[in-house]
């Protein structure tokens, strides 16, 4: 299916360098409305709604649910991993497609030092696949969290929201952002065709507020090639060494 072009290159290439770049630099996140417009949205929800209801998304996390409420088992996010490969998600591939495109444009111009001392500058060239989320709207959310807190390799959050005629007084599912070292809260709407792209590490702590509605959103982290490539020697070298430890028979206490 031929998905009407609703952003041309030019408009990725100045909304990348008029917006995108910009507030990164400045303020460390941006959100674009209207990314791909109604029919290619459109399509994508869809998608995600036939993953839902054919049960692609793994069971939500056991989940508190709204704090001081103890209910057993609640269950909150349920996600599933896709490439875009797969069969019913060609609008998913292309959603990725383009905002690989937009994020690549930024890429070379988001500078040194982003941020987490590493003086090269970001070399962005791969990504995560995309994780799809639900959140069933029991009250459930998502605790306050960093999404790279340890140097893991992931340099850019990108999140699209999927969720018509959404309104937080009612529905909740808030994400709230807590940049780093500033007094304020950034409170964002989980919007239908809303691009949401903020730095992964440490600058922005983030939670999902309790959903009492359905809440569709599909994540994508791109990765600063030199702190991804140091995180799996670390991961590497953690392997070996604990499979070496459990080699070696286990010492008695009175080894000396
Ligand atoms: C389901 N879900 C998440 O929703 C967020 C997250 O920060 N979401 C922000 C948002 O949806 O606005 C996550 O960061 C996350 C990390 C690991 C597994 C699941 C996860
Ligand atoms: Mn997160």
Redo the contacts with the bound molecule.
């Keep these: 299916m031929p998905f009407i072009d609703h952003v041309s290159d030019s408009d990725l290439q100045r909304l990348a360098l008029q917006r995108v770049v910009p507030a990164l630099l400045s303020r460390g996140f941006c959100y674009v409305d209207g990314l791909l417009g109604e029919v290619a949205g459109g399509a994508v929800l869809e998608q995600v709604r036939d993953m839902h209801r054919s049960g692609a998304l793994q069971d939500g996390r056991l989940a508190s649910s709204a704090p001081g409420v103890h209910r057993r088992n609640v269950r909150g996010?349920k996600?599933a991993w896709v490439s875009g490969a797969e069969r019913g998600c060609e609008a998913v591939n292309f959603l990725l497609n383009l905002i690989d495109k937009l994020v690549s444009m930024c890429a070379g111009r988001l500078g040194t030092g982003t941020g987490t001392g590493a003086g090269a500058g970001t070399s962005i060239r791969e990504r995560s696949k995309a994780?799809v989320?639900c959140?069933p709207g029991n009250g459930t959310g998502?605790v306050k969290?960093v999404?790279n807190h340890n140097y893991d390799g992931r340099r850019i959050t990108c999140?699209y929201?999927l969720n018509k005629d959404w309104n937080a007084k009612e529905h909740g599912g808030v994400?709230r952002i807590f940049p780093e070292g500033k007094s304020y809260v950034v409170d964002?709407q989980?919007l239908f065709d809303r691009l949401?792209l903020f730095w992964s590490d440490r600058r922005n702590p983030?939670e999902?507020q309790p959903s009492y509605a359905t809440r569709y959103?599909i994540?994508v982290w791109y990765f600063d090639s030199e702190e991804r490539a140091e995180a799996k020697r670390r991961f590497r070298d953690l392997a070996a060494s604990t499979s070496q430890q459990q080699q070696q028979p286990p010492q008695d206490s009175g080894s000396s």
């Design positions: 996010d996600i994780m989320a959140y998502y969290h999404d999140i929201y994400l964002i989980p949401l983030h999902v959103a994540t």
